[in-house]
């Protein structure tokens, strides 16, 4: 079981920066890919951002076209924090951002190329954390 607790949403303007950080405890050993995701009311869920780590240690950063360029994702060594790095907000990043994290599976790395953007991909997720961005 891995907790996820999301903190650092506010209400902003447009093209200021905002810092989301998630606090991950449990068996986050266990984990692979942590990722950022955001809910509009009315939309599906969209992956934002996500890193990959492999068995060796080696990390992957996948980010979504919406956010790339804008949105930095990063976390520390011992995968028990997370954050997304927001800088240019637009109105239309205004949602509820989740933290989520997958438990590790046998010879998943040949598909977390195709498969992080998926929300199906992941196990566990936090409460969310609303961002505003007014224009």
């Known amino acids: 079981q891995v907790n996820l607790v999301e903190s650092g949403g506010g209400w902003v303007q447009a093209g200021e920066s905002l810092r989301l950080s998630c606090a991950a405890s449990?068996?986050?050993?266990?984990?692979?890919?942590m990722a950022w995701t955001r809910q509009v009311p009315g939309k599906q869920r969209e992956v934002l951002a996500a890193?990959?780590?492999?068995?060796?240690?080696?990390?992957?950063?996948y980010y979504a076209d919406s956010v790339k360029g804008r949105f930095t994702i990063s976390q520390n060594d011992a995968k028990t924090t997370l954050w997304l790095q927001m800088n240019d907000l637009k109105p239309e990043d205004t949602g509820l951002y989740f933290c989520?994290?997958?438990?590790?599976?046998?010879?998943?790395?040949?598909?977390?190329?195709?498969?992080?953007?998926?929300?199906?991909?992941?196990?566990?997720w936090g409460q969310g954390t609303q961002v505003t961005v007014s224009g």
């Open positions: 449990g068996d986050t050993d266990s984990t692979s890919t």
């Open positions: 989520a994290t997958r438990r590790a599976a046998p010879r998943e790395g040949g598909f977390v190329a195709t498969l992080w953007s998926s929300t199906a991909w992941y196990n566990f």
């Open positions: 890193i990959y780590t492999n068995t060796e240690g080696g990390r992957t950063y």
